[in-house]
């Protein structure tokens, strides 16, 4: 089955800086990629979907600017935490995809940032 | 009102024990359904799609009632292993970006 890799696992980072997560669809090209935020004991909240070649297209009250997605290649997706802030800690996981998928989808492992 | 809910448990039962969950969901044009799992601190993985006629994946039952937009899911036999976040997902369209997840549902499977 498609397997998607993502990195880093885990990520603590100073208030103010940026942190960058990768994406990637190690067995296939991945058209679409999706990038989902996650705070305790909530559920997993769609921020974007990005295109691979296009701007990503981001989820009302996703601040693109904030939150850089660079979808280069068709394995590979970067979500940039900018000018991080202790709010923005959370569990952050993508999910790819090609076309669309009639079943369920595979994601990440997921990146859990903690900002200080 | 959210577009799914969940009660989030916490559900303790002693293993072997059948456990149900229930689901219900606000858009009517929701097309697919899905129970996921989510052990703590990691990435939700697909436990099973939900069909119209109710599917059964070993001791693993879901069933769709679209009548009254509720989804079910059904653990029989209970092991340590179970013991998990599950998560009801809802796809409106085609498209990932329709996917709309419960909260999920917390179970401990206890010795």
């Known amino acids: 089955g498609a397997v998607v890799s993502q990195h880093p696992s885990r990520v603590i980072c100073k208030s103010g800086t940026s942190v960058k997560i990768e994406c990637r669809s190690l067995?296939?090209?991945?058209?679409?990629m999706f990038w989902y935020r996650q705070f305790p004991k909530q559920s997993l909240m769609l921020m974007a979907t990005?295109?691979?070649?296009?701007?990503?297209?981001?989820e009302q009250g996703v601040e693109k600017d904030k939150f850089l997605i660079n979808h280069a290649s068709l394995t590979l997706s970067t979500l940039t935490v900018t000018s991080a802030h202790p709010e923005d800690s959370s569990f952050y996981i993508c999910s790819a995809t090609v076309g669309e998928v009639l079943d369920g989808y595979t994601f990440g492992s997921g990146t859990r940032l903690t900002v200080v | 009102r959210k577009e799914v809910e969940q009660d989030p448990g916490p559900f303790n039962v002693p293993e072997g024990a059948t456990v149900a969950f229930n689901c219900t969901y606000s858009?009517?044009?929701?097309?697919?359904f899905f129970w996921y799992r989510q052990d703590c601190r990691k990435e939700p993985k697909l436990l099973m799609s939900?069909?119209?006629s109710g599917n059964e994946d070993g001791r693993f039952t879901a069933q769709l009632n679209r009548a009254s937009q509720y989804i079910s899911l059904l653990i029989r036999d209970s092991k340590l292993s179970d013991s998990a976040t599950y998560l009801c997902?809802?796809?409106?369209?085609?498209?990932?970006?329709?996917?709309?997840f419960g909260s999920g549902t917390q179970l401990t499977v206890l010795p």
């Open positions: 067995d296939f090209q991945a058209t679409t």
């Open positions: 997902v809802v796809r409106t369209s085609g498209s990932a970006r329709q996917l709309t």
């Open positions: 858009n009517s044009a929701s097309q697919s």
């Open positions: 939900v069909y119209s």
């Open positions: 990005s295109n691979e070649g296009s701007k990503a297209t981001y």
